[in-house]
């Protein structure tokens, strides 16, 4: 199959990095990289500089480097060439235009997907280094629009998309009301002190995938699940700040989020599909907050799934037919290792799954995870272009469905699947599960 | 004749000795500055680690092709096998080099046949030629290649080279031993202060990453 090309634009404008640059001195450069480069990074950053030879043997990691024909200024190395090692060369006395160019390289380059670090043989970790570059240009004030307005979003809201909290519980309610023509005695319990579990979703559901809140409490009420949502903030587990450098936010919504679930006494956390949100709870928030592990137990959606399939919780009324293939989010594959369990699910709700290769641990990223997506419109062409690899793994299933657990995927994979015009559509597993469940007979 | 014969002196006597404790003592304040650095600033590292997934990890990047990306790359991980257990074998193994240990401690150990030697000595200098020519040749090598690699791989080269005329005796055996002591040294002086300190952060920058991965992202890294 001959797949389109995508042309990029080259130079692309972005108030966030043009405007950013414009008002950057070169004081306050040098007082930023001083303190990432003595106060905040340590040991990681200066064993992968020191170490690495040069060797370039981790560019197939990178489906960036894969897909712009084999560009090696779109390798890991190659990237870190353009960033990290300039700033480490002048000793941080970078010009405000570089800082500009080395935010576009860091935010919409790379997706700190981690597969590089799998391939290197030092075990040396490209996207730590390009999450310093964030931050440094984070610190300057140079981040591209889109991404830092959801940041200012979750700064001034702890949630993503400027959702009011009024608009929280109404949407809940509108869900609650609608799927209760469908099963009459439906609840979408709110601030349920000491149930089993709290739900939480990312910012965009309320905003834009309604429908998906819908979904679970669908699947939770017919499971006879004891669970709650907070109709307060900390009910957004998404986190663009973690993305933009801006982890003083990341750790403040962390907060938001696990004291939401401390003050209605819940056992754990449920997540919804989302990858980068994961990380966020499971990685990185935690960790600045100074938890090795989540202080609250919590779950993602696969894992979670899956217990309900093996404990008879819920039970599938008939397989999915369409041909169906996974594609591996890395923020809970490489990120979590759930790719066996999200198998053993989407074998139990659909009759043809086909591999795409490769998988698991070795998946291509999406493109959309980083928070490369939130970057926005201006990006977009550049994103799917530097994606084609993925397009033409998918392409080579055959497959008619593309199941992603993750919403970044499912944004990213979409834009691949309509710029290459792949015969395919993305599907969450909980459209599938919905669709397939045995459901209760409306009485 | 004579200032050939003090040069020599010199350079195989306490400038053996500089090398030496430069070689020890730098490696070890690397270590303990890395060690420093991680206790001062990066703490939490110690909850990510853990013995098993570093041995994992290890295990699966010190046994050729036991990895993705060494069978992704064959030759390169025949190259970078052969380069590198030459590499540690001749400095401790080679017969003239255990009699030197021998003449100034008195203790001696197994060592390799000569002919064996001067196989191993050639092997390692085709594979500098290789990484040379990986460097000049592939795209994505090239790009990020700064003139120090060249620098480090005539470095790890020169004592090959140096050592193998020296041994074959073609001509002016002496000149050539000179400059095979002094390229040995430099090596010696260059792991602490270089890239070459690969050879001491290497099991620790994997140790990290296998923990990271084994305990944190229960996934595999190879
Ligand atoms: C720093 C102190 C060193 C001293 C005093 C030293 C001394 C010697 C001597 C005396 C020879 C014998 C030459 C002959 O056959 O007549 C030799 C050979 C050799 N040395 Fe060293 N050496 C040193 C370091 C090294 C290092 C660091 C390496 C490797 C990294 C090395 C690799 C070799 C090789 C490859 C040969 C030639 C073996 C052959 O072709 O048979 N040497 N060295
Ligand atoms: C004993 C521990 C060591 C380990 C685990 C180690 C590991 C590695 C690895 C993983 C690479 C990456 C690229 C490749 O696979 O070739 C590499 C490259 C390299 N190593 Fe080592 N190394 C060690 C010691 C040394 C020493 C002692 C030297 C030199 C004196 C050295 C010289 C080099 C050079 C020059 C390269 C770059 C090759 C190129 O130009 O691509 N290594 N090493
Ligand atoms: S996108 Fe992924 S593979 Fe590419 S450099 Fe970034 S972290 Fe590495
Ligand atoms: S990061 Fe690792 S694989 Fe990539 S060039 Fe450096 S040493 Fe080689
Ligand atoms: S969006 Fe999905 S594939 Fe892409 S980085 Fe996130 S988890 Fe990975």
Redesign the pocket.
């Known amino acids: 199959m001959v797949l389109p090309v995508i042309k990029v634009e080259d130079k692309i404008i972005d108030d966030g990095l043009d405007k950013g640059m414009e008002k950057l001195t070169q004081d306050r450069i040098e007082n930023v990289i001083d303190q990432v480069m003595s106060g905040e990074t340590g040991a990681r950053l200066k064993a992968y500089v020191e170490t690495c030879v040069h060797c370039g043997l981790c560019s197939d990691a990178c489906h960036a480097y894969l897909s712009r024909d084999r560009d090696p200024k779109f390798s890991p190395a190659g990237k870190v060439k353009r960033t990290m090692s300039v700033i480490l060369k002048k000793g941080g006395k970078v010009t405000p235009a570089f800082i500009r160019d080395a935010s576009e390289i860091a935010s919409t380059e790379c997706n700190a997907c981690k597969r590089c670090a799998m391939y290197c043989p030092f075990g040396i970790d490209p996207a730590y280094i390009m999450l310093v570059v964030r931050r440094i240009c984070h610190l300057c004030g140079v981040t591209p629009l889109y991404i830092q307005d959801t940041a200012h979003s979750h700064a001034v809201t702890q949630n993503q998309m400027w959702v009011k909290e009024d608009e929280w519980i109404d949407t809940l309610q509108w869900q609650e009301e609608d799927a209760r023509e469908e099963m009459p005695n439906l609840r979408i319990p709110l601030d349920k002190e000491g149930a089993d579990f709290m739900y939480s979703v990312i910012g965009p559901e309320p905003k834009f995938l309604a429908g998906l809140i819908y979904q679970a409490a669908y699947i939770f009420n017919v499971a006879g699940l004891n669970w709650t949502m907070p109709s307060f903030p900390g009910w957004d587990n998404s986190d663009m700040a973690m993305y933009t450098g801006d982890n003083e936010i990341m750790g403040r919504n962390k907060r938001f989020h696990f004291e939401a679930a401390q003050r209605l006494k819940v056992k754990r956390i449920v997540m919804g599909e989302c990858g980068h949100a994961f990380r966020s709870v499971y990685d990185m928030g935690n960790r600045w907050l100074s938890w090795a592990m989540p202080p609250v137990p919590m779950v993602h959606a696969i894992e979670f799934y899956y217990e309900l399939l093996t404990t008879g919780k819920i039970k599938v009324k008939e397989k999915y037919k369409k041909s169906v293939t996974l594609h591996d989010p890395c923020n809970v594959v490489r990120g979590r290792g759930l790719h066996e369990k999200a198998r053993y699910v989407i074998n139990e709700l659909c009759e043809d799954f086909r591999e795409m290769h490769p998988n698991r641990e070795h998946n291509y990223c999406c493109n959309a995870g980083g928070g490369v997506i939130n970057c926005g419109p201006p990006f977009k062409n550049k994103r799917v272009a530097n994606n084609r690899v993925k397009a033409k793994q998918c392409a080579d299933t055959g497959a008619e469905i593309l199941i992603t657990p993750c919403h970044n995927c499912h944004s990213g994979m979409e834009d691949i699947v309509l710029g290459y015009k792949l015969d395919m559509h993305v599907k969450f597993i909980s459209d599938i599960m919905y669709e397939v469940m045995e459901k209760p007979e409306i009485g | 004749m004579d200032d050939f014969n003090s040069l020599y002196n010199f350079v195989?006597g306490p400038l053996?000795w500089v090398?030496f404790i430069v070689f020890i003592c730098g490696s070890i304040y690397r270590i303990y500055r890395l060690f420093s650095l991680v206790n001062k600033k990066e703490k939490f590292i110690y909850t990510i680690m853990s013995f098993k997934y570093s041995l994992r990890s290890i295990i699966h990047w010190i046994i050729p092709f036991a990895s993705l990306n060494w069978r992704k790359h064959p030759v390169m991980t025949v190259t970078t096998f052969l380069f590198h257990i030459g590499?540690v074998i001749?400095?401790l193994f080679?017969g003239?080099?255990v009699i030197?240990f021998n003449d100034a401690w008195g203790i001696s150990w197994w060592t390799l046949p000569?002919g064996l030697?001067?196989t191993v000595?050639l092997i390692?200098i085709t594979c500098c030629v290789v990484f040379l020519l990986r460097r000049l040749v592939l795209r994505e090598v090239k790009y990020v290649t700064t003139p120090s690699d060249f620098v480090l791989l005539a470095i790890a080269a020169a004592?090959?080279i140096t050592?193998?005329f020296?041994?074959q005796?073609y001509c002016n055996?002496r000149f050539w031993?000179i400059l095979?002591?002094l390229s040995?040294?430099i090596?010696?002086v260059a792991i602490p202060f270089t890239r070459l300190s690969h050879m001491l952060y290497a099991v620790f920058t994997r140790a990290y990453i296998g923990s990271e991965f084994g305990n944190i992202r229960h996934a595999r890294d190879w």
């Open positions: 195989s053996v090398a590499l001749m400095p080679l003239a080099h030197l000569d030697a001067d000595t390692v004592p090959f050592g193998f020296a041994d005796q055996y031993l095979h002591i040995g040294e090596v010696l």
